[in-house]
């Protein structure tokens, strides 16, 4: 696989993560015109991923202690620019007086995904 394609596969891995995230939040706010910035796992986090993919893919275990970095990074991304900690405690209150199991949630959220 040349680097090229390796890069557009980094695209399409953040790109569905994502779209599930953005249709997880339609889904549980039930709103269809819910988006996420641009900068949620943008290209500064797909960097990270493809730099993290690279440590592995090549064995290159010199930089293994660079992924932490790159990860925290992309956990960064994921509070700052997708607000998923926000998410995260807005679930923590709904299932606190909801039934909260998991096949409850996908079924409210199954038409939003995507």
Not at 29 to 49: A, F, V
Request: glycine share 8%; aromatic share 14%.
């Amino acid at each position: 696989m040349t680097e090229e394609e390796q890069i557009l596969l980094m695209h399409e891995v953040f790109a569905g993560i994502r779209g599930t995230f953005q249709g997880f939040k339609r889904g549980f706010y039930k709103g269809t015109s819910i988006q996420l910035k641009p900068s949620c796992l943008g290209s500064e986090s797909i960097d990270m991923g493809y730099e993290i993919y690279k440590i592995f893919q090549t064995s290159d275990w010199v930089r293994l202690y660079e992924v932490p970095g790159f990860s925290y990074e992309i956990y960064l991304s994921m509070v700052s620019e997708c607000q998923m900690e926000e998410l995260v405690y807005d679930i923590q209150v709904y299932c606190d007086t909801n039934d909260c199991a998991w096949s409850s949630i996908v079924a409210q959220d199954e038409s939003s995904i995507f």
